[in-house]
C-alpha cells in the first residue's frame, strides 16, 4: 500500500528556513515522478515543485530560488529545503506522486507551515 | 502560462440529482487533463486523468469528457459524500502543471 507521510512544518518567521520531509512506503522514490503541492488558507492548490526520477527538478516561479526539491534514495523520502520564506509561503504542503499520466495519483496528509512573526 | 478557469465557482444541488463543473483552458492542453476531489481536511483524490479516464476505485457515476480547451466533470445522481471541492489540473506545458481554482459542490 503507497503511503506518504508528510512532516517538518510549523511556525516560522519571515525570512527563516524550513525542511519539509514526506516518508514514502510501499513504493521506490527515486523510481518515480514526486512533487510538493501546497494549499493556503482557505484557498485552492499550487503546484509548488517536482523531481523526476532522473533527477531533474522544477519549481513554480513564486518558488524559484528560494525553494529546493531533493530526496534520500537511502531513507525512501522526499524532501523541500524553503529558505527566505514570506508570509504568502503560509500553506499546507503535500507531497505527491506522479502517475505515468502526469496526474498526482497518490497524496499524503500535509503538514502545516504558518509563516508570522 | 496555461491557465485553467473552472466554473462554476459554487454549484448547489440536491441528492440524485446530476452534476456538472467546467474547466475551460487558456489554450490546448490535449486531454492532458486531471480532477480531484477534495473534502474539507483532507488531501485531494484523484477522480479522472487524461481527461475521461477513471483512477482505481472512482465509482462510474464519475465521468470525464473534453479536449482541447473545454472539459467537463459529470456526476450522474449525487450522492451524500460527494459534496466537496473538485479542481482540473492541466500538465501540458510540462514540466510545470497548474491548477483550477476550484468549484465547490454544496448541497441544496
Known amino acids: 500500500e503507497v503511503q506518504l507521510v508528510e512532516s517538518g512544518g510549523g511556525l516560522i518567521q519571515p525570512g527563516g528556513s524550513l525542511r519539509l520531509s514526506c516518508a514514502a512506503s510501499?513504493?521506490?522514490?527515486?523510481?518515480?515522478?514526486m512533487s510538493w503541492v501546497r494549499q493556503a488558507p482557505g484557498k485552492g492548490l499550487e503546484w509548488v515543485s517536482v523531481i523526476y526520477s532522473g533527477g531533474s527538478t522544477y519549481y513554480a516561479d513564486s518558488v524559484k530560488g528560494r525553494f529546493t526539491i531533493s530526496r534520500d534514495n537511502s531513507k525512501n523520502t522526499l524532501y523541500l529545503q524553503m529558505n527566505s520564506l514570506r508570509a504568502e509561503d503560509t500553506a499546507v504542503y503535500y507531497c505527491?506522486?506522479?502517475?505515468?499520466?502526469?496526474?498526482?495519483?497518490?497524496w499524503g496528509q500535509g503538514t502545516l507551515v504558518t509563516v508570522s512573526s | 502560462e496555461i491557465v485553467l478557469t473552472q466554473s462554476p465557482a459554487t454549484l448547489s444541488l440536491s441528492p440524485g440529482e446530476r452534476a456538472t463543473l467546467s474547466c475551460r483552458a487558456s489554450q490546448s492542453v490535449s486531454s492532458y487533463l486531471a480532477w480531484y476531489q477534495q473534502k474539507p481536511g483532507q488531501a485531494p483524490r484523484l477522480l479522472i486523468y487524461d481527461a475521461s479516464n477513471r483512477a482505481t476505485g472512482i465509482p462510474a457515476r464519475f465521468s470525464g469528457s473534453g479536449s482541447g480547451t473545454d472539459f467537463t466533470l459529470t456526476i450522474s445522481s449525487l450522492e451524500p459524500e460527494d459534496f466537496a471541492v473538485y479542481y482540473c489540473?492541466?500538465?501540458?506545458?510540462?514540466?510545470?502543471?497548474?491548477f483550477g481554482q476550484g468549484t465547490r459542490l454544496e448541497i441544496k
Open positions: 489540473q492541466q500538465r501540458s506545458n510540462w514540466p510545470l502543471f497548474t
Open positions: 510501499g513504493f521506490t522514490v527515486s523510481s518515480n515522478y
Open positions: 505527491a506522486v506522479i502517475s505515468s499520466s502526469w496526474a498526482f495519483d497518490y
